[in-house]
């Protein structure tokens, strides 16, 4: 009786192991289950089934007046012993040159939704209050001009937000008049008088921030009326942007999963669906961070393996909140008209010891550049709907590609994966097969492998692979036939542990190295190190 049991428990736990393998999709994910081919993974290019466009908007980039990500991360006056160009820092404008910036929102985030930009032009700056980070006098000494001097220096386009919030249609109408037309009216002799005669390109249009939260906590409806009336009024006037090159129109979107949000998303794309000639838009924000308890944010350094698998499980939640808006997209625009344009994530933090808690400035780690790859790769698998990303933030706030203290200034992991992801700017999104494996940690599974592939303008394959596995290194064998390439090239980041980190001390601990292989009967193999990001071409 007694075996019997056993033995039918045995069969039941069994069965249960394989029901649970077969939904989490172990079984399929063929080096996990034999010790012999346990580090190798396969990989199948096929280049004959080029995908959508990879629009390099996918790695723009977002800096908000809070903390130090506009005052001394890019701005330091013209009278600063740190060299600077007008008063913008050289060294942040070569690091950023480098990353082919496609563009960058700004003032904000909820700072946009407070923003006077009268009170940003001219002589006689206004001093005013930042009150939503951490209550600090803003000087406003880095106002429009020196934003669009900005983008100047780095080669970017701009992705201005309009306050909605606190401010008026006519402010952000005006606002855009002021910027672009070439008319001598009032406000364009006003820009002339101020330094530039000839109008500004403004290339994006964000009408309000998280409306339904720190930009005025307002109902999808009420929202939407807004959305009409700015979308209607704030009209850009520079000659050059009529047509093809019209300003795109950016509503604000979902900020999570939650039922609120997909109500946001049916009512905005509804009213879109519905819209007359006088209003309309381009694309819809979504804004989510990977933080696991807003209440008490895990630490940015100085953590272990269960933090990092913990971190890297919840980022992987961006594709389904992708899939799951996209969804309701492509029920009122299903020719994808509209773009899904992720302006605002990244891993967000505990503020570092000692720092202002409203400047949210945390350390860059091994970690973020994995969740960075992650990520692009999700947008990247979305092309055909995501068609632009920016990460938060630039500059020393939150996941920051650059930390700058006084005159000094260092890179980040996660700056490093974004210069090894520019050729995939602009490219052709081109279908990978591969069996992920899987990468476990006490109750966490993770995917062992991730990988995108793309070809560039010229018609060179690109591969992306990102092996999460903080303990294993993994022997990648890549089918890339089709391609004539006989070596393939690249660079590979990692570090010696989960939490390095680049510091003003030690700022090369987790930098790129390069990497290559031959290419044989269109084969190729490559071993990629624990916890690594690796970018190749095939040539
Ligand atoms: O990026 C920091 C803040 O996060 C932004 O200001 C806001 O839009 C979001 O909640």
Redesign the pocket.
Known sequence: MRRRSLFTLSRLALLVILLLCLGSGFVVMGQTQTGSDADKVSISVDVSKPGAKIDRNLFGQ?A?H?GHGVYEGIWVGPDSNIPNTRGIRNDVVTALKALRVPNVRWP?????DEYHWRKGIGPQRMVTLNS??GGVVEPNTFGTHEFMDFLDQIGAEAYLSVNVGSGTPQEAAEWLEYLTTSQATTLGKERAANGHPAPYKIAYLGIG??SW???GNMTPDYYVSQLKIYSRFVRNFNPAQQGQQQMLKIAVGP?GPEARFTEWTEAVMKAWQNHQWSWDMNGLSL?S?TVLHWDKKLASMGFGETEYSQVLKATLDMDGLIAKHSAIMDQYDPQKKIALVVD?WGGWYAPLPGTDPGF?VQQNSMRDAVLAALNLNIFVRHADRVRMSNI??MIN??QAMIMTDKEKMVLTPTYYVYKMYVPFQDATFVPVAFNAGTYVNGNISLPRVDAIAAKDATGKLWLAITNLDPNKAIEIDANVAGTSGKSAVGETLTAPKVDSVNTFEAPRTVVPKSVSTTVRDGKLTLKLDPKSVTVISVQ
Do not use: R, S
């Open positions: 977002f908000e809070l904000g985030g909820c700072f946009a939503n980070w921030n998280e939260d720190c930009g900020g804004h961070y605002e949210l938060a933030q706030v939150l």
